[in-house]
């Protein structure tokens, strides 16, 4: 097995600390990779609107959403380096943090995520984290490399990973690499993080990428629910 680094560790290193690596991504690009329009989507909603971007890069994707988007939406960035260019608008927040740490202070109406789950270690705690901040009726839509989780001996995950995306109401897609789930829940994993490896070379993308591994023990992952804080009211919603 690897040498495994915990989270804290692995963020500081150059494979996920790169602020370089696709942050001037712009709106094509979203639709390209998560097979939709997000703009389209939230515009074709009622009511205000909340949308969460982790891994947001430069932002200069979510400045041109606010253009085309009702003034009542709320638009926030998280992205663990805080690269951000491009000119302040209103109604868009940028954060610079962890989608392991950070959290949301209402319900989020649609989260996405391209290409930045890829570099994070305990991407089942993310997932899990992600979901708790879904509205009733939110999406979440990332890209998503399922050969990355690896068990204690390095080898992939497989099928006893798809079994448990399916278990807990995820849809992933290997041929396009998207990872899809409809509504608010708190997934429970039988996996037992151990750590991550930068140094695992290129994914599919073509790029550098970090595998998360895991100890399968038949033991439901309910330990990480006490990690977390309590999931955002739906009465809380702005």
Known sequence: MPDLLDDDHLEQTAVVANSAMNRDRRLPAYRRELGFDPVAWLAARPGPQRWLDVGCGSALALFEAAEHLPGNTRITGLDLVGYFRGTPKPGVELVTGSVLS?????????????????????????????????????????????????DANGGPLGRRFSTALRRNGFTYTSRTHRLTRTGHAI????????????????????????????????????????????????????
Do not use: C
């Open 102 to 150: 950070w959290s949301p202070d209402s319900p989020i109406d649609l989260i996405t995520s391209v290409h930045a789950i890829h570099y994070v270690g305990d991407k089942l705690a993310a997932l899990t984290r992600m979901s708790s901040w879904l509205a009733p009726d939110g999406r979440l839509a990332l890209n998503f490399d399922a050969t990355s989780l690896r």
């Open 187 to 238: 997934p429970a994993w039988s996996f037992r993080y151990l750590g991550a490896d930068p140094l695992a070379g290129p994914n599919y993308t073509g790029q550098e990428a970090v595998t998360s591994h895991y100890a399968s023990e038949g033991w439901e992952f309910e330990s990480l629910r006490a990690h977390f804080e309590r999931p955002p009211s739906a009465n809380s919603r702005d």
